[in-house]
């Protein structure tokens, strides 16, 4: 099966986890730290926490904002659960925002959902495409609203030339094993503000400081979100391929591009030229003469072999949001789960991979094209 994203592992790779496992700490040791050191250095944010997944370090971004009970938090329902679950594990309420077309929060719709409860907003950059943080920020001015970019798919993104990790307030990555670089499982805070960073070093470690020799405290609430030394060392190894990693996967988008230019059955997502993304997705868009053989289409492309993929079913939609906040519906997040489609696109992939996506796809939309009546 062509899957539409998954990690890449070299020798370098087994040999920087080889050599870890062999040294005296298997974690809490210094490959931690040199992590997060490469993190700072590629982003340019002050502050790196490394953490077992990116949830833990949503979930531990929204402690060191102080999100509690009764606080409201606004997101895009376009992600994955952990975005807006992380939030309800503080005990505040998420408000549901709409998207732009190219699967992005839409500032536009956030503005009315802002009141004296708002504490932070959470953007997230969908398929590595950057969220438009500056637009957010001017809508929370003159306020003590945060801004969290959940960039679990833009590691290596920039708009502008500033990169992503560095524009809001909290950034989070995902090393989730098919995310733009891979610790096995794991994900990270990064900011530029000390207490945030101390707050989520807090959090990581069960709220434990050191005192004097066996004496210890411990000062808040904590967990145990640590990412060991032996993830760290892949990390480490992996991020220096992360610009190679992009390079092909912008071959393989370039591909599909060409392709689908003026294509009568689906849209892509142009990505100007202020902006460079990750390309963690290769998301289309099928017109809407198509919606009603989506399912059709996933399937057959799954019986070829061609392991596409839906990003994402609306937050909103789960049962578990729907007994809490009822039926929901945003026109734009709507439009785009009945739409989207992920193609393959990642750096495993052969320019002749590419190319039978785009053959069978086409066929199987020619195919089915007319079973929708409209
Ligand atoms: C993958 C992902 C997460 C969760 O990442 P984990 O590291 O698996 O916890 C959160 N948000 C988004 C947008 C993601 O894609």
């Known amino acids: 099966m062509m899957v539409y994203s998954r990690q890449k592992i070299d020798d370098d790779d087994i040999q920087a986890v080889v050599e870890a496992l062999k040294s005296d700490m298997l974690t809490c040791g210094n490959r931690v730290s040199e992590f997060e050191s490469a993190l700072c250095e590629l982003t340019g944010a002050k502050f790196a926490v490394a953490m077992n997944s990116a949830t833990s370090a949503l979930h531990a971004g929204y402690i060191a904002l102080g999100v509690n009970k009764n606080d409201e938090v606004i997101t895009t329902p376009i992600t994955f659960a952990a975005t807006a679950n992380a939030a309800i594990m503080c005990g505040a309420n998420v408000k549901f925002a709409d998207i732009l077309p190219n699967g992005n929060i839409d500032p536009k719709s956030i503005k009315p959902l802002i009141n004296d409860k708002t504490k932070v907003i959470t953007a997230v950059d969908f398929g590595g495409y950057p969220a438009d943080i500056d637009e957010i920020k001017n809508l929370t001015k003159n306020s003590q609203i945060k801004i969290i970019d959940d960039a679990s798919h833009a590691l290596g993104s920039s708009r502008d030339g500033k990169m992503v990790g560095n524009l809001a307030d909290v950034s989070i990555f995902s090393f989730h094993a098919i995310k733009p670089i891979t610790t096995f499982e794991g994900g990270a805070l990064l900011t530029n503000d000390e207490?945030?960073?101390t707050s989520a070093r807090?959090?990581?470690?069960?709220?434990?400081?050191?005192?004097?020799?066996?004496?210890?405290?411990?000062?808040k609430l904590g967990y145990n979100y640590r990412l060991s030394d032996v993830a760290c060392a892949l990390g480490f190894s992996q991020i220096k391929k992360l610009d190679k990693f992009i390079n092909r996967r912008y071959e393989i988008a370039k591909i599909y591009d060409d392709a689908f230019k003026g294509s009568k059955y689906l849209k892509t997502i142009e990505?100007?030229?202020?902006?460079?993304?990750?390309?963690?997705?290769?998301?289309?868009l099928l017109n809407s003469n198509l919606w009603c053989v989506k399912e059709d289409i996933?399937?057959?492309?799954?019986?070829?072999?061609?392991?596409?993929?839906?990003?994402?079913k609306p937050t909103y939609q789960f049962s578990f949001y729907k007994n809490l906040y009822g039926e929901?519906?945003?026109?734009?997040?709507?439009?785009f789960y009945r739409a989207e489609l992920s193609l393959p696109c990642h750096q495993m992939m052969s320019d002749e991979d590419a190319r039978l996506v785009i053959s069978n796809l086409n066929e199987i939309m020619e195919k089915y094209r007319s079973r929708c009546a409209i």
């Open 195 to 197: 207490n945030i960073a």
């Open 202 to 219: 807090l959090t990581r470690s069960h709220g434990i400081i050191k005192k004097q020799a066996w004496n210890m405290d411990m000062i």
């Open 271 to 284: 990505i100007p030229s202020n902006i460079r993304s990750a390309r963690h997705l290769y998301p289309v």
């Open 298 to 312: 996933y399937n057959e492309l799954h019986a070829r072999g061609i392991g596409v993929q839906v990003h994402y």
């Open 328 to 335: 929901i519906r945003l026109n734009g997040a709507e439009d």
